[in-house]
C-alpha cells in the first residue's frame, strides 16, 4: 500500500515538474519556427516578400521580431541554415536610420556597431538619399536598400524572452481560456477591416471566431462587454465586432471554414438582419449578442478563437520514456 502511494505522490511531483519545464525542455515556440541549438533562439524565413515596414509588423503580429544578427557566431549560423533551406540573396534585417540618417540602430535602439554589423564595401552609401533600411546578403554583408522594396526577411524569437501561457497552450499572453468550452479567445482593441482581421487572428495561430452554441455566444458579449472598448480611435463602426463568417461571393452565409451558417449551432440574427445586401457581405456580432452582416471594410472590433491542442499526450509521451 505504501509502495502505491509513494509510486503515486513520485508520479504527481514528477507530472507537476514536467509541466512546469515542458516548455523549456521542448524548445517549442510555434510550429512554423526553427530553434536553431547553438544560438538559443526561434527562426522564421518569411518567403512572401515584403517591404521593411511590413516585415517588421509580420514579425510582430507573430510574437517574434525582425532578425538582426548580434554576433558573427549567430551571423554565421542563421545564415548556414538559411543557405540549406532557402534560395534567397538576400533579407531585410532590423536595422535601420529611419528614426536619425546615418545613424544606423537595431529596430530596439541598439547601435549598430554594438551588433553584427559587416557591411559590404562601401556600404552603406545611402544610394540616391533613400536608402535607409537594411539588407544581409547570403555572403554575409549588410547593405543599406530602399525601405519600399520587397525582400524575403527573418523573423527571430529568443528562447530567454519566451513565455508560454500553459491554459490556451501558446505563447500569446493576451488570449484567454474559458473553461466551459475548452478555447481561448483575444478580443483585439486595434480596430481593422475583416480581412486585415482575418490575417491578424492567423498570425497568432487563431482564427476569427465562429459563434457554435449559445454558450459561447453568451460568452463573446462578456468578452465584449469587459474589453477596453472606450476611446479607441480608428473605429467606423461600433457597436458589433467582426466574426468569421461571411456571403462575400453571394452564394450564402458561411464560416471561414466553408461551414453554412445554419450547421454553426448559433445561427441568430439581429432583429431586421441580414439587411445590407452586397453592401453588406462580412459577418458580426451586436455586443448584444445577434449576428449582423456589415460592410467588410469597415475599421471594427475583433475577437480570435484559439483551439487548444492536448498537451498531456506529449507529457505522457515523456513520462513513459523516463520510466523506461
Ligand atoms: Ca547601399
Ligand atoms: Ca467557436
Ligand atoms: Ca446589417
Given amino acids: 500500500m505504501i509502495g502505491t502511494k509513494c509510486v503515486s505522490i513520485l508520479f504527481l511531483v514528477l507530472l507537476t515538474f514536467?509541466?512546469?519545464?515542458?516548455?523549456?525542455?521542448?524548445?517549442?515556440?510555434?510550429?512554423?519556427?526553427?530553434?536553431?541549438i547553438?544560438?538559443?533562439?526561434?527562426?522564421?524565413i518569411h518567403t512572401v516578400h515584403r517591404t521593411w515596414a511590413e516585415a517588421k509588423q509580420?514579425?510582430?503580429m507573430e510574437g517574434a521580431s525582425l532578425f538582426y544578427a548580434e554576433t558573427d557566431d549567430e551571423a554565421n549560423d542563421v545564415i548556414s541554415w538559411w543557405n540549406q533551406t532557402q534560395p534567397f540573396y538576400w533579407v531585410y534585417v532590423g536595422i535601420s536610420d529611419l528614426l536619425a540618417q546615418e545613424v544606423y540602430e537595431t529596430i530596439d535602439g541598439r547601435p549598430v556597431l554594438d551588433v553584427y554589423s559587416n557591411w559590404g564595401p562601401?556600404?552603406?552609401?545611402?544610394?540616391?538619399?533613400?536608402?535607409?533600411?537594411?539588407?544581409?546578403?547570403r555572403d554575409g554583408t549588410l547593405n543599406d536598400d530602399r525601405c519600399d522594396k520587397k525582400y524575403p526577411f527573418i523573423c527571430?524569437?529568443?528562447?530567454?524572452?519566451?513565455?508560454?501561457?500553459?491554459?490556451?497552450?501558446?505563447?500569446?499572453?493576451?488570449?484567454?481560456?474559458?473553461?466551459?468550452?475548452?478555447?481561448?479567445?483575444?478580443?483585439?482593441?486595434?480596430?481593422?477591416?475583416?480581412?486585415?482581421?482575418?490575417?491578424?487572428?492567423?498570425?497568432?495561430?487563431s482564427y476569427l471566431a465562429i459563434i457554435n452554441s449559445q454558450v459561447e455566444d453568451d460568452y463573446l458579449v462578456k468578452l465584449t462587454e469587459d474589453a477596453k472598448k472606450d476611446g479607441v480611435s480608428g473605429l467606423s463602426l461600433i457597436?458589433?465586432?467582426?466574426?468569421?463568417?461571411?456571403?462575400?461571393?453571394?452564394?450564402?452565409?458561411?464560416t471561414i471554414k466553408g461551414t453554412p451558417l445554419e450547421d454553426t449551432g448559433y445561427p441568430k440574427?439581429?432583429?431586421?438582419?441580414?439587411?445590407?445586401?452586397?453592401?453588406?457581405?462580412?459577418?458580426?456580432?451586436?455586443?448584444?449578442?445577434?449576428?449582423n452582416d456589415v460592410s467588410c471594410h469597415h475599421k471594427m472590433f475583433y475577437i480570435c478563437e484559439h483551439d487548444i491542442k492536448?498537451?498531456?499526450g506529449a507529457i505522457d509521451e515523456r513520462f513513459n520514456q523516463l520510466i523506461e
Fill in 58 to 60: 509580420r514579425c510582430e
Fill in 122 to 137: 562601401g556600404e552603406p552609401n545611402n544610394a540616391g538619399g533613400v536608402e535607409d533600411c537594411v539588407i544581409l546578403r
Fill in 156 to 205: 527571430k524569437k529568443s528562447l530567454n524572452t519566451l513565455q508560454w501561457n500553459n491554459e490556451c497552450d501558446m505563447p500569446n499572453q493576451d488570449y484567454v481560456y474559458n473553461d466551459a468550452l475548452g478555447r481561448c479567445y483575444k478580443f483585439h482593441t486595434d480596430p481593422k477591416n475583416w480581412t486585415e482581421a482575418i490575417t491578424y487572428c492567423s498570425a497568432e495561430q
Fill in 269 to 291: 440574427w439581429g432583429n431586421q438582419q441580414p439587411d445590407g445586401g452586397t453592401n453588406e457581405t462580412c459577418g458580426s456580432m451586436f455586443y448584444t449578442g445577434q449576428l
Fill in 239 to 254: 457597436g458589433a465586432v467582426y466574426l468569421g463568417f461571411h456571403n462575400v461571393d453571394g452564394t450564402g452565409w458561411k
Fill in 18 to 36: 514536467l509541466e512546469a519545464n515542458a516548455q523549456l525542455s521542448k524548445r517549442f515556440f510555434r510550429k512554423d519556427y526553427t530553434y536553431l
Fill in 310 to 312: 492536448n498537451l498531456s
Fill in 38 to 44: 547553438t544560438t538559443e533562439a526561434f527562426y522564421k
